[in-house]
C-alpha cells in the first residue's frame, strides 16, 4: 500500500507543467527551467545568480548613493520581489519617489511607501517592504492591475505616478547594466 501510494506521489510531482520550476543536471551546471510565455527557457544557476547579484549591486548602490536609512534591506527587497513576483526595482523605486528613499517619512513610522496615505505604521525596513510587496500583490495584481500604470491609477492620485515610479526604475536598471559591463569586463581581464 505504501509503496502504491509512493509512485502515485512521484508521478503526481514528476508531471508538473512547464509553468513549474524544474531543476535537471546538465554535463557542467545544474539548469533552472523558467516558463517564459508558451516556451520555457533553461537558465543556469551560474546566470541567475549573476542576474540576482547585479540587481541586488544595483539596489544597494543607488541606496548608498541617497544616503538611504534602507541601504542594508536590499536583501529584503530582492526576496520579496521573488515572494511576490514583483519587478526587483519596483518597491525601491516607489520609495525613491515617495520619500527620497526613505528620508522623508513620518517619524518612527518605518514608511517610506507613503502606504495609506503615509500614515501605515510599521516595526522597521524590513516590515514595510514585505507589507507592501504582500499589499501591491494582494490589493492591485490580484485584481488585474499588472502593469506600473494600472497600479498608479489605484496607488496614487498624481497621474505622473507612473511616469516617476518608471524614472526610477530606469535609475536601478542603468545602475545594473554599468555593474554589468564592470564585472563582464573584469571577467575578460582574468
Known amino acids: 500500500m505504501v509503496r502504491k501510494v509512493l509512485i502515485v506521489l512521484f508521478l503526481l510531482f514528476s508531471a508538473t507543467s512547464a509553468s513549474a520550476s524544474d531543476y535537471t543536471a546538465g ?10 510565455g ?6 543556469s544557476y551560474k546566470d541567475m545568480i549573476f542576474k540576482t547579484n547585479s540587481k541586488k549591486r544595483a ?13 542594508g534591506s536590499t536583501d529584503v527587497f530582492l526576496r520579496t520581489c521573488e515572494q511576490y513576483s514583483l519587478d526587483c ?4 523605486a ?18 517610506p511607501f507613503g502606504w495609506n496615505g503615509g500614515y501605515a505604521l510599521f516595526n522597521d525596513w524590513e516590515n514595510a517592504i514585505e507589507s507592501v510587496g504582500a499589499g501591491i500583490q494582494e490589493r492591485y495584481i490580484s485584481y488585474g492591475a499588472i502593469t506600473i500604470e494600472q497600479i498608479g491609477a489605484k496607488y496614487a492620485e498624481s497621474p505622473t505616478w507612473a ?18 559591463l564592470y564585472f563582464a569586463d573584469s571577467e575578460l581581464q582574468l
Open 27 to 36: 554535463d557542467s551546471a545544474s539548469m533552472r527551467v523558467i516558463a517564459n
Open 38 to 43: 508558451p516556451v520555457a527557457q533553461k537558465v
Open 59 to 71: 539596489i544597494k548602490s543607488i541606496l548608498e548613493q541617497r544616503n538611504s536609512p534602507m541601504a
Open 89 to 92: 526595482y519596483l518597491l525601491p
Open 94 to 111: 516607489i520609495t525613491g519617489l515617495e520619500s527620497s528613499f526613505g528620508h522623508y517619512i513620518l517619524p518612527g513610522s518605518y514608511n
Open 163 to 180: 511616469i516617476r515610479v518608471r524614472r526610477f526604475m530606469g535609475e536601478f536598471q542603468q545602475e545594473e547594466e554599468k555593474n554589468r
